[in-house]
């Protein structure tokens, strides 16, 4: 991808007039240039405004202000502002913007101008309104130029295709053709422009081909891990084994002495190695005799916390509130019958296939950097580097790079500032690598959590009282999708309970979602079983004020064909979650080897409705990897620290799904809306855990109450007699 | 050490250390960077190229074993016009963050090469050394079906 960051300063000084989130550029010439490639010609052409530019030949280069990371994004913006703009798709050619939040940001109420963040789920939603009006602009300017050509008014030239025609006589101009002769409206920040309705979508709502699909079958797609620079030196560190420990480094003199490293630096938190190449720092990093110093999580045990949190969630002490409705404690003073269950999670480690590193190259006067980095926060990832470097923002030239997965983690900038230290150290172009082992140590996870959920059954066996305490460590990080406000029960208290015990967490693909409707989805269908209840049929019941819900809930029964029992020792389970505004709904069928605890998983079926989507076989794509992510998790995935150390290292003890564990067909459903978008990206793996849970639970009688549902954990289920 | 072999069907002579991995020689010093780290430990095969023919994880591959061998890599697989998989590929959307496809890929193309149409157990058994995070495995099976049709077609 290119990268047109280095002289943003120009750039900004070039951008004249803003309104409504779109800038337009008076400057001729290169405007937005490719720094990247410093024997690139200077764009010939015009940029029509900061997402556009158009050159003479016709292509029209379209900038995306999202990361790519897997989910689609840097096409899916794209077409946004391609159907406004009525530009033939041929012609589009895809690159980053420029890290520039105050242009290319977004605030979380859909405003230009926010920080440059790819979390969430939040671009397609995000950007969805500000690219059109972006697309609708340029449009308008290419109308205009038009009419003054021809001498007739902009209401009488409409455009189709890359080509702009006047109605009355049938001429046609081509955008390229048009590229030389662009006329700005002096009023144009108060001109407004229409935008298309659904019906009229060329692009929207079809499927159109991925833009960097091509270039990850060839192996050229380029992440910071591929960039290569002249004298490139290697760096990697070793980190403290128990969080912010920090090191007395007993052997430089002899590491140093060792064959191709260069310099070896202490710093807060570990020591970094920089060699002539990935391997010789890889060696002399094991050879490094590091003692370490005690730190605040040094006896910390996640296995046995499970007690403390047992007894933080059955306290009386107060955490934060997420919800409080009605008068809970009547209800249970009321209640016919009560029913409490509790659910646990593990830390889950994010594990993105590409391993964090930069590429970052300090000048030798320590006042400019040039750097290559994947991340989902790159302006947060380029001001770490000017803040470390205490130079300006500006003077990071910032190369936006394709990143190997993300899941949340490379919304943190922690590499990249280590990463800069290191490089500023040298003076020299740096790759800066973790090793799997250093990306599974010194993780950043999903909370773990101990969630106790009471329910009130009153006598006419209706829900009456809802508790749900989640106790953890993780912060605000586990309260997300506790709330159930499309199940309707009277009276409700969800709370927070949060203990910090010194080890880092950080959003993992739906944040608290997965753990959460984990629970309360298993909940659900233990109280079902308990009261001899259809599990489906319980939800339609409580769904009946939210009919949205409702109606993807009976889809995806009337999919999976509900009403039927599988046969063949397999049994189904249902379950529904609300991500980022996308409500979806899954069935999962597994069968059981009772010799081995091990859950075969056969198939899925999964209905969403996020709106309008606006790439829904890209769509379909996130809902099928969200669903195989997601089982990776319940199945396997378990972080575990002891002594305040992470017990797990790489693949082969944090065990993630294999395609034989897959299930042979994920069926989705995608619901016709004209609403606004939702979030797509997230909106099926906080499903999983229920569903598997409920399934197993009627196959067996037995609930799981504690993922991962390891085949080792699942034998003890099974051999406990109820 | 000095060894020579043949990569991408031409003969190259490299200089490296004998216990130095076939990964780091393509990426740091021929600059392949199809080929792709992920583990280092042969555990997820995002590393993966041929090797006589034969998939295998570079990340533990020596130099000292290369000599006169033939290495084929991402790079090498398409010729001119891109291998029936790579079509499969695109025109199935296998790819999300695309960090684990080059290895996915290999390993589907040599399998191909051994078996024209494999079934869904075989197509499992022979790609389950490959991880990938972002889950696109629903896609890969079907890809490979896709990439047998084109090969039967060609
Ligand atoms: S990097 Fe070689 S198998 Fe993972
Ligand atoms: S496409 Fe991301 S790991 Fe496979």
Redesign the interface.
């Known amino acids: 991808m290119n990268n047109p960051n280095s002289n943003s300063r120009i750039s900004r000084r070039s951008f004249l007039g803003r309104a409504a989130g779109f800038t337009f550029i008076l400057a001729t010439g290169v405007v937005v240039p490719n720094i990247g490639d410093k024997n690139n010609d200077q764009k010939k052409g015009k940029e029509l405004s900061i997402w556009v530019h158009l050159a003479p030949d016709g292509r029209v280069r379209i900038y995306n202000p999202s990361a790519e990371?897997?989910?689609?994004s840097m096409t899916a913006c794209a077409v946004l502002i391609a159907e406004e703009m009525n530009v033939d798709w041929k012609d589009v050619i895809i690159e980053s913007s420029p890290v520039d939040p105050e242009n290319y940001g977004l605030q979380w109420g859909g405003q230009l101008g926010g920080p440059m963040m790819t979390v969430g789920s939040r671009t397609v939603r995000g950007y969805f309104n500000a690219l059109r009006e972006a697309g609708a602009r340029a449009n308008y300017v290419l109308r205009y130029s038009a009419s003054r050509i021809w001498g007739v008014p902009t209401g009488r030239v409409s455009t189709e295709m890359s080509k702009a025609i006047h109605s009355d006589s049938g001429k046609t101009i081509t955008f390229g053709e048009l590229s030389g002769k662009i006329a700005l409206p002096t009023n144009l920040d108060n001109i407004k422009v229409p935008l298309k309705d659904n019906e009229d979508f060329t692009l929207i709502g079809k499927d159109i081909?991925?833009y960097?699909?091509?270039?990850?079958?060839?192996?050229?797609?380029?992440?910071a891990?591929?960039i290569?620079l002249p004298e490139m030196l290697?760096g990697v560190m070793q980190r403290a084994p128990v969080n912010k420990g920090r090191p007395v480094l007993n052997n430089k003199e002899e590491v140093l002495k060792g064959h191709g490293v260069v310099d070896v630096l202490v710093m807060d938190y570990g020591v970094g190695v920089v060699a002539d190449?990935?391997?010789t720092a890889l060696k002399a990093k094991a050879r490094l005799d590091i003692s370490w110093s005690d730190a605040e999580s040094s006896d910390y045990d996640s296995i046995l916390a499970y007690q403390e949190y047992e007894r933080l969630a059955k306290s009386d002490q107060k955490g934060r509130s997420i919800s409080s409705k009605g008068n809970v404690l009547r209800a249970f003073e009321t209640a016919t019958e009560a029913m409490v269950c509790e659910y646990k999670n593990d830390f889950a480690y994010h594990?993105?296939?590409?391993?964090l590193n930069a590429v970052i190259s300090v000048s030798p006067d320590g006042k400019r950097a040039e750097a290559w980095v994947g991340s989902q926060s790159p302006d947060n990832a380029r001001r770490t580097i000017a803040n470390v470097l205490g130079i300006d923002f500006y003077d990071v030239n910032y190369h936006v790079c394709?990143?190997?997965?993300?899941?949340g983690r490379r919304s943190m900038s922690d590499y990249v500032e280590e990463a800069t230290i290191l490089a500023n150290h040298i003076r020299k172009p740096l790759k800066f690598?973790w090793?799997?082992e250093d990306d599974v140590g010194y993780g950043a996870f999903r909370p773990i959590s101990l969630q106790r959920m009471e329910a009130a059954i009153g006598g006419n066996g209706n829900i009456m009282g809802w508790k749900h305490i989640i106790a953890g460590t993780g912060g605000g990080l586990l309260a997300s999708g506790a709330e159930i406000s499309y199940y309707d029960i009277p009276t409700q208290l969800i709370e927070v309970r949060s203990i910090d015990h010194g080890v880092r967490t950080k959003h993992w693909r739906s944040v608290g979602h997965g753990p959460n409707k984990f629970a309360i989805e298993s909940f659900l269908d233990e109280i079902a079983y308990a009261q001899k209840e259809d599990p489906y049929l319980l939800r339609r019941k409580l769904m009946h004020k939210s009919p949205r819900e409702l109606a993807v809930l009976d889809k995806v029964a009337e999919m999976a064909d509900w009403g039927n029992n599988s046969s063949n020792g397999r049994a189904k389970g249902i379950a529904f979650a609300e991500r980022s505004g996308a409500l979806t709904a899954a069935v999962g069928e597994i069968s059981l080897d009772s010799s081995t605890g091990r859950i075969k998983v056969h198939r899925f079926w999964v209905v969403m409705d996020a709106g309008l989507v606006v790439q829904p076989?890209?769509a379909i794509?996130?809902l099928?990897?969200?669903?195989?992510?997601g089982?990776?998790n319940v199945l396997h995935e378990s972080i575990t620290f002891k002594s305040g150390q992470v017990q797990q290292s790489?693949?082969?003890d944090y065990r993630?799904?294999?395609?034989?564990e897959?299930?042979?067909?994920?069926e989705c459903f995608i619901m016709p809306s004209a609403e606004e978008p939702a979030g797509v990206g997230e909106a099926s793996t906080p499903i999983v855990g229920g569903a598997i849970a409920n399934a197993f639970l009627k196959l067996t009688g037995k609930p799981l109450r504690h993922m991962p549902f390891t085949a080792e954990k699942v034998k003890e289920v099974l051999d406990q007699s109820m | 050490m000095r060894t020579t072999f043949i990569l991408n069907g031409r003969h190259i002579e490299v200089d490296a250390d004998a216990d130095s991995k076939l990964l780091w020689l393509l990426r740091d010093q021929l600059k392949l960077t199809g080929t792709k780290y992920s583990c280092g430990l042969a555990q997820c095969g995002a590393c993966t190229v041929h090797l006589d023919g034969n998939p295998v994880r570079s990340c533990v591959v020596p130099v000292s074993s290369l000599k006169d061998k033939e290495v084929l890599t991402i790079e090498g697989l398409s010729n001119g016009e891109l291998h029936p998989v790579q079509k499969a590929w695109i025109e199935e959307q296998v790819p999300q963050c695309g960090y684990c496809q080059s290895g996915q890929i290999m390993q589907a193309a040599a399998l191909l090469e051994v078996n024209k149409n494999p079934s869904r157990e075989e197509i499992c058994s022979h790609m389950d050394g490959v991880l990938c995070r972002c889950g696109a495995y629903t896609r890969i099976v079907t890809a490979i079906q896709t990439a047998s049709k084109i090969m039967e077609d060609e």
Request: charged fraction near 15%; charge should be negative.
């Open positions: 990371m897997g989910q689609g081909p991925r960097d699909i091509p270039g990850k079958v060839t192996g050229e797609a380029q992440y891990m591929d290569f290697y190449s990935t391997e594990a993105q296939m590409e391993p394709y990143l190997g997965g993300g899941f690598i090793t799997r076989n890209n794509a996130q099928e990897g969200g669903i195989n992510f089982l990776s790489n693949f082969h993630l799904l294999r395609i034989s897959a299930p042979e067909s994920i």
